[in-house]
């Protein structure tokens, strides 16, 4: 035996003339970029400099490795950037440091001061542990939740572990 249906379609004749459309998903607007001389983000900072230093602009030969390990801290539009020394002698002149402030800058949409200091080599963790396979994943994954604030809320939220 059939049941009733509860909702049954409206007659065919309230259709005619009529076109069906579906809705489209709502699509979030993009972010308006922030204004040049606004204070910036650590996260959208931390997204830009791995972007640069990625397609090695402005980035000295050899040093994009130990670019893509280093520290950063925002003030303002100020980026201190704390690298191994070997890495601090490549931007000792005002041509690099420019080079790689302009790329930085146009990244961000504003102008950027980088400022560099001299921080632990790359090999080495705080304590003097060495690096391994585990650790420079877990900070690989690290810096992703830290670029990533909503990826980092649902993380803690729901007790989650990130893998590769």
Not at 55 to 66: D, K, M, N, Y
Request: proline share 12%; glycine share 10%; no cysteine.
């Amino acid at each position: 035996m059939r049941e009733p249906d509860l909702d049954p379609p409206p007659p065919a004749a309230v259709w005619d003339g009529y076109d069906v459309v579906e809705a489209a998903p709502a699509e979030r607007a993009p972010e308006p970029p922030p204004a040049p001389d606004a204070p910036l983000e650590t996260a959208r900072v931390k997204r830009a400099w791995t972007v640069v230093v990625d397609a090695g602009e402005g980035v000295p030969q050899g040093t994009g490795r130990l670019l893509k390990l280093a520290r950063l801290e925002v003030s303002g539009r100020t980026v201190t950037v704390e690298a191994p020394p070997v890495v601090l002698g490549r931007f000792e002149g005002p041509g690099a440091r420019r080079t790689l402030e302009a790329a930085l800058a146009r990244e961000l949409g504003g102008p950027v001061t980088l400022e560099f200091r001299a921080g632990a080599a790359p090999a080495e963790q705080p304590g003097g542990h060495r690096i391994t396979a585990e650790s420079a994943r877990r900070d690989r994954l690290e810096r992703m939740m830290e670029g990533e604030p909503v990826l980092s809320a649902a993380v803690k939220a729901w007790n989650l572990e990130l893998t590769d």
